[in-house]
T-cell receptor, first 120, second 109 residues
Framework: GAVVSQHPSWVICKSGTSVKIECRSL??????MFWYRQFPKQSLMLMAT?????????EQGVEKDKFLINHASLTLSTLTVTSAHPEDSSFYIC????????????????FGEGSRLTVL | GQNIDQPTEMTATEGAIVQINCTYQ??????LFWYQQHAGEAPTFLSY??LDGLEEKGRFSSFLSRSKGYSYLLLKELQMKDSASYLC??????????WGAGTKLIIKP
């Protein structure tokens, strides 16, 4: 299957600093990438949908000024947590959707490995 | 509204068969996905159903009934490594996946 790489896997930072997480599709072009957050023992929560070359679409309740998303190319999307606080500590996961030529979009998602953020 | 309903937790014995049910309500429908997620890891794709019926893939099978808003994931010959959460995720008319909390499957020897 298609490969999505997410970096870093683990990050610990001080409160007030900013953290950038990268999500790359290694062997396919992803016009759409999704960013999720998952708190312990809870389901994935979609934060935003990132489309290449345009502004991200944020879900209700997600602060767009705090969670900056950039999708500058068909293989890279970044999530920057600005002025991180301890309550932002969570598991952040990206996914990318493939498009199969000649067929309608099946929407199959491929997930990155996830990034565990701990804010002290 | 959009809603997913699947059991919170299930327990099964190694070598046995288990069926995880999922009922859903979505705004439009473009298929349903099942994902497996081990603790602390990202989800991995298991299956995708867009037409009614059973899709078999090795030890795992997935069934869909669109008229009933119902799907199940069937796991055969259970192995200890199958202990994980299983996420049922229908896709709505905007091609967005709707995520439930998942079913935690515990496999006992």
């Amino acid at each position: 299957g298609a490969v999505v790489s997410q970096h870093p896997s683990w990050v610990i930072c001080k409160s007030g600093t900013s953290v950038k997480i990268e999500c790359r599709s290694l062997d396919f072009q992803a016009t759409t990438m999704f960013w999720y957050r998952q708190f312990p023992k809870q389901s994935l929560m979609l934060m935003a949908t990132s489309n290449e070359g345009s502004k991200a679409t944020y879900e209700q309740g997600v602060e767009k000024d705090k969670f900056l998303i950039n999708h500058a190319s068909l293989t890279l999307s970044t999530l920057t947590v600005t002025s991180a606080h301890p309550e932002d500590s969570s598991f952040y996961i990206c996914s990318a959707r493939t498009l199969t030529s000649g067929r309608s979009d099946t929407g199959e998602l491929f997930f990155g490995e996830g990034s565990r953020l701990t804010v002290l | 509204g959009q809603n997913i309903d699947q059991p919170t937790e299930m327990t099964a014995t190694e070598g046995a068969i288990v069926q995880i049910n999922c009922t859903y309500q979505t705004s439009g429908f473009n298929g349903l996905f099942w994902y497996q997620q081990h603790a602390g890891e990202a989800p991995t794709f298991l299956s995708y159903n867009v037409l009614d019926g059973l899709e078999e893939k090795g030890r795992f099978s997935s069934f869909l009934s669109r008229s009933k808003g119902y799907s199940y994931l069937l796991l055969k010959e259970l192995q200890m490594k199958d202990s994980a959460s299983y996420l049922c995720a229908p896709m709505d008319s905007n091609y967005q996946l709707i995520w439930g909390a998942g079913t935690k499957l515990i496999i006992k020897p």
